[in-house]
């Protein structure tokens, strides 16, 4: 068996269809969330190692580099896929809102890549890195300034990263951008509809679309540095 693989993040959504995926091709899997959901458990009991971690704080990103650390020597890789969606409609402390963001999306990955980065060069194998950013990281986007900015500095990381970790280190490091891959169950039928219209495909792919590119970039051998776009056309609109 490898080095397990840590996903942050993986109790819900793309996260969770990802972890799913390396558990069923026998990969030891560590999981991160932030609040406990029936997802956990089901994690859990297939295998995998799952550890509450609140990446809001110093401290939650302090010891979950510890407790990492207390589960295994090496890594095969880590994916950065925890994430908040908070807005600027909803608050009136930009600052406050502003730090979140960075701090989940910029200065947690930023962190735990410089602390895990003698792990993941510990395998026989070339280790990977994986961000999963947004496709607003290069357009930008009016109702979450403060999101899109933090997933724009996480693009910026891996570029940085890429440069750093390889050749000596021997660890890839890519980027994953979705547009609109899944719904949410609450989305309304005419939300849905507008939303297809906004990719050349028209379609909603579903999570699998993810997996799929994470399992590319873990196979391959001379990726590093690189966006893989998963927006069906929406660039081109």
């Not at 509450?52 to 110093?58: I, S």
């Not at 990955?109 to 395998?123: T, V």
């Not at 547009?179 to 999570?207: Q, T, W």
Request: hydrophobic share 40%; aromatic share 6%; net charge positive.
């Amino acid at each position: 068996m490898t080095s397990p693989i840590l996903i942050t993040g993986g109790a819900q959504r793309l996260g969770l269809a990802i972890a799913k995926d390396l558990i069923a091709q026998q990969h030891e899997v560590i999981i991160t969330y932030r609040t406990k959901k029936p997802a956990v458990d089901e994690l859990k009991a297939l295998g995998a190692v799952v550890i509450q971690a609140d990446f809001a704080t110093q401290d939650g990103i302090t010891t979950l580099i510890s407790d990492v650390k207390s589960q295994t020597k090496t890594l095969r890789a880590v994916i950065h896929n925890a994430s908040d969606w908070d807005q600027e409609a909803d608050t009136n402390d930009y600052n406050q809102l502003f730090q979140k963001m960075m701090q989940v999306h910029a200065n947690t990955p930023y962190q735990l890549n410089l602390a895990l980065q003698n792990m993941l060069a510990s395998n026989d194998v070339v280790s990977d890195i994986i961000h999963m950013t947004d496709y607003v990281q290069i357009k930008g986007s009016k109702k979450h300034i403060a999101y899109a900015a933090s997933k724009a500095a996480l693009h910026n990381l891996t570029l940085s990263f890429s440069a750093l970790l390889a050749p000596k280190v021997k660890v890839k490091v890519n980027s994953i951008a979705p547009a609109l891959v899944m719904f949410n169950d609450h989305d309304s039928p005419i939300y849905r509809a507008k939303a297809l219209k906004k990719s050349l495909l028209e379609v909603c792919p579903g999570p699998q679309e993810a997996v799929k590119a994470v399992n590319y970039l873990l196979s391959s051998d001379y990726v590093t540095g690189q966006t893989l776009h998963l927006d069906g056309g929406r660039h081109l609109k």
